[in-house]
């Protein structure tokens, strides 16, 4: 039986990948996410703070006797300290002309009395956020604009980043590390329902085809439906063909031994020799098609069998013993003598109905290829290697084609006028091999025909 | 003493160099490969010790210290960042605006708290109040003020005893003593109640703590007012008619600071010793050195310290410097 089935990505790992990629993604997001809205946040934290100090330097501007005076207060710069210890630019513009602070720090020209303007510059290799603002003074005689810029290095800005930057790399990783064990565990659950169904499959006997009825989710309802429909349908047939099988049995058998025994009694009354000749072929070819109907039926019977072998603890001896007491007739018409080596009990796991018909298949062959007052004996040993010989004395298989005679319909060259179909030894090769054995068949050197089945 | 020699500690006329150091000296072997230059607002006196014992650890280094006012020494590095490897000033806000301007280095040096040091540039090294100190001479009575206050009663009470022996830093010309007395306005009014005092009594203006203190032993001074505890009290051990005062109504302390050049040219060796010199200073306190140590446990606690920030800056602006020193002009000068 081929119990190979073509497998793709399995549904647990479609599933799971599936829910960790999305994971992966949504941690990457709010990692960006969360990075760039602090990152705002943080900018806008450190714009305030500039543009306070802006605000300050620019209110303590006063016009006294026409000259300019900024007494800003000491808080405009102290309130710009960071934990990283940020550097400090400012400027302080009268009109166009600068009157205090740094001269490197650009003029950025703030429209006079509007709100705070920001800007990214480079200062002496450093990268400083500025924030600029103007303020118009109206004295007795002149009227001035005074703007002021203060601009901050990053440092303290990038350490809050970075921390921030860590602390979401540190969200990003839990969210997914959860979103993943939670797949998992979604995954497992969502693919229960369908390795019980596996597993009672799995556990149940050869004939057991009854339908399936424990609950199934609502997915799986059509396949269980369609295989428990299916299920029906070979039960129902296998149990047609089993009736089938013994029915055309009795149907060819029952006519043909009716016309046998016609032609039998007809012999007695004829007289004439071409009469009685033509009678005796007659019956002979009722023989062969009795011979070949029933040898068919159990060959069919046979394969039908062996791929639901219904196993049972046997005793071998036992087996062998019974069946030898039913041909014991047949082989004392012929004064062969059946002998049976069975020195301890050899209990094996088998179909007892086919293995009874291997071995009469065999035994039936010592029979008739065998001469009259010679023994036949059949060996039962513990060993699975030569678990039953059977042997004769008569002059064994012809050499030429031994290796084919177990194929089906094939007659060795020393049977001619023996009645056979040529199914007997395919019926007992097909029976060790459905017992994962095999048969062979030898010649003694002294002679006579060995069959070993091995199982 | 076995590892090296104290070369030279001359007064250098001023046409040898060009510059006019108020000390000048040289340390280390005589074939010391390489020659640190540290130019200070700190008496060689009180450095020597420090200088000796790193020389002593690494004899292949000879150092050259110049002393300067802190306002000239500002001027000399801002004109020249590459002709000095250390910079040590008692002027904070002067030389947080040097590492502000980009003069410093950015050094690793241990065994500093935070607030002793700004952008790993800027390392302070003593905690150093501003005192006042008195001739007891002239408190017969042994009433010593112990607050600006008294101290301004106690001028009001006797004016002519005080008259002309009141001593104060020249805050035109001394970086230190504007730095103090910008911090002292900061803090209270009374600062320019006192400076107004001060001025009707025709108080003398001075360079240097130094210089107060010799006129203060001689009699000359009654008081002087925000002079450098350390000097004081270095000098308190041979003449002990001082009497030192840390106001209680608010104190000012002072950090000296060290800076390493931007621009200097052997920065390792320059690092190792900025390094050398914190260690000494925030050691064990029984070292015999004539620097004050950094106060490491109490700046946490009593936050009196002038703070190292970029709010240093607020007085240096011109605008500010012009009117503070306008205000502070007419206030001391208005009598003279
Ligand atoms: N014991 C034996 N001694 C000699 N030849 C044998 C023996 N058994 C089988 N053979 C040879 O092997 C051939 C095949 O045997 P097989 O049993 O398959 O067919 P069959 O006996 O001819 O017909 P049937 O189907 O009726 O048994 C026989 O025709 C015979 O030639
Ligand atoms: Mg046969």
């Known amino acids: 039986m081929n119990n190979r089935v073509g497998i793709i990505r399995s549904l647990r790992d479609r599933l799971a990948i599936t829910l960790i990629g999305g994971a992966a993604v949504l941690a ?34 006063i016009l006294r006797d026409g000259e300019v005076e900024v007494d800003f207060p000491y808080a405009s710069f102290s309130m710009l300290s960071t934990d990283s210890d940020d550097r400090v630019f400012y400027a302080i513009y009268q009109d166009d002309e600068l009157i205090s602070g740094y001269d490197t720090l650009f003029h950025s020209d703030p429209i006079p009395d509007a709100d705070h303007r920001f800007g990214t510059a480079t ?70 329902p369908l390795k019980r169904l596996t597993s009672s499959v799995t556990r149940r006997g050869p004939q057991d085809l009854r339908p399936f009825e424990q609950p199934v989710p609502t997915e799986m309802e059509p396949l269980v439906a369609s295989l428990n429909n299916l299920m029906g349908r070979l039960d129902q047939s296998l149990s047609q063909s089993e009736d089938f099988i013994a029915e055309a049995a009795h149907r060819v058998r029952t006519p043909l031994a009716t016309v046998r025994s016609y032609a039998e009694a007809t012999l007695q009354r004829v007289g004439k020799p071409e009469n009685r000749h033509a009678l005796r072929s007659m019956v002979k070819a009722i023989d062969e098609s009795s011979r070949a109907a029933g040898q068919l039926l ?66 039936d ?42 194929d089906r319909f094939t007659r060795g060259s020393n049977s001619e006028g023996i009645t056979g179909s040529g199914l007997g030894l395919t019926i007992a090769q097909d029976v060790v091999i459905a017992h994962g054995g095999h048969l062979v068949l030898a010649n003694h050197a002294e002679g006579g025909a060995c069959v070993t089945l091995s199982f | 003493m076995r590892y090296f020699i104290l070369l030279i500690l001359t007064l250098i006329p001023a046409f040898a160099l060009g510059q006019e150091w108020e000390e000048e000296a040289r340390f280390g072997n005589e074939g010391a490969q390489s020659t640190l230059r540290v130019i200070s607002s700190t008496d060689t006196s009180f450095f020597a010790p420090v200088i000796e014992t790193f020389v002593a650890k690494s004899p292949s280094v000879a150092i050259s210290y110049f002393v300067t006012s802190t306002a000239e020494l500002n001027r000399i590095v801002r004109e020249n960042p590459s002709g000095y490897d250390v910079v040590i000033s008692s002027a904070m806000d002067l030389q947080l605006k040097l590492a502000n301007d980009g003069f410093a280095k950015e050094l690793t040096v241990d065994g500093l708290p935070d607030w002793a040091k700004w952008r ?205 020193l306008k205000e502070w002009e007419s206030a001391i000068i208005q009598g003279q």
């Open chain 1, 28 to 61: 990457i997001l709010l990692y960006l996410v969360v990075r760039s809205y602090a990152a705002q946040i943080a900018q806008q934290g450190q714009d305030s703070i500039l543009a306070a100090s802006v605000t300050s330097i620019l209110d303590a501007a």
């Open chain 1, 123 to 192: 200062l002496q290799n450093a990268e400083v956020r500025v924030a600029s603002a103007a303020r118009t003074l109206i004295g007795a005689q002149v009227t001035t604009v005074i703007s002021v810029s203060v601009a901050q290095t990053q440092d303290a800005l990038e350490v809050t980043l970075n921390r921030i930057s860590r602390n979401a790399a540190g969200f990003g990783a839990g969210f997914f590390l959860l979103a993943t064990a939670l797949s998992f565990w979604a995954t497992s659950t969502t693919i229960g």
């Open chain 1, 298 to 363: 159990d060959h069919a019977m046979i394969t039908f069998r062996a791929d639901h072998l219904d196993k049972q603890d046997l005793d071998l001896g036992e087996l062998v013993g019974e069946l030898v007491r039913s041909l014991t007739p047949i082989a004392e018409m012929k004064d062969v003598r059946l002998q049976i080596r069975c020195p301890e009990t050899v209990n094996v796991q088998g179909d007892a109905i086919l293995l009874q018909n291997a071995i009469r298949n065999v035994i």
């Open chain 1, 365 to 406: 062959n010592a029979l008739k290829y065998s001469p009259a007052e010679s023994d036949i004996t059949i060996s039962v040993s513990n060993s699975a290697e030569d678990r039953i010989a059977i042997r004769d004395e008569g002059p064994g298989f012809p050499e030429n084609n031994m290796a084919m005679l177990a």
């Open chain 2, 120 to 324: 790993s540039s800027l390392f302070a090294f003593t905690t150093e109040p501003a005192a006042i100190v008195m001739n007891k001479k002239a408190f017969p009575d042994g009433r010593i003020p112990q607050t600006r206050q008294e101290l301004i009663q106690a001028m009001r009470d006797r004016p002519e005893e005080f008259s002309g022996r009141i001593g104060t830093y020249d805050v035109r010309e001394s970086g230190l003593g504007y730095l103090f007395a910008t911090q002292d306005a900061r803090a209270s009014e009374t600062y320019w109640r006192l400076t107004e005092v001060m001025g009707s009594l025709k108080a003398r203006l001075y360079c240097c703590s130094s210089a107060m203190i010799d006129d203060l032993v001689t009699g000359e001074l009654a008081v002087a007012y925000n002079v450098l505890g350390s000097y004081a009290k270095a000098r308190q051990d041979t003449s002990d008619q001082l009497q030192i005062v840390l106001p209680s109504d608010f104190p000012t302390t002072m950090m000296r600071t060290a800076l390493v050049s931007a621009q200097s040219s052997q920065p390792q060796i320059a690092e190792d010793f900025v390094q050398h010199l914190i260690s000494l200073q925030t050691g064990s306190t029984d070292n015999n050195m004539p620097l004050p140590p950094l106060d490491v446990e109490n700046a946490v606690t009593g936050r009196s310290n002038i703070a190292l920030e970029p709010a240093l800056m607020t007085y240096l602006d011109r605008l500010k410097r012009r009117n503070f």
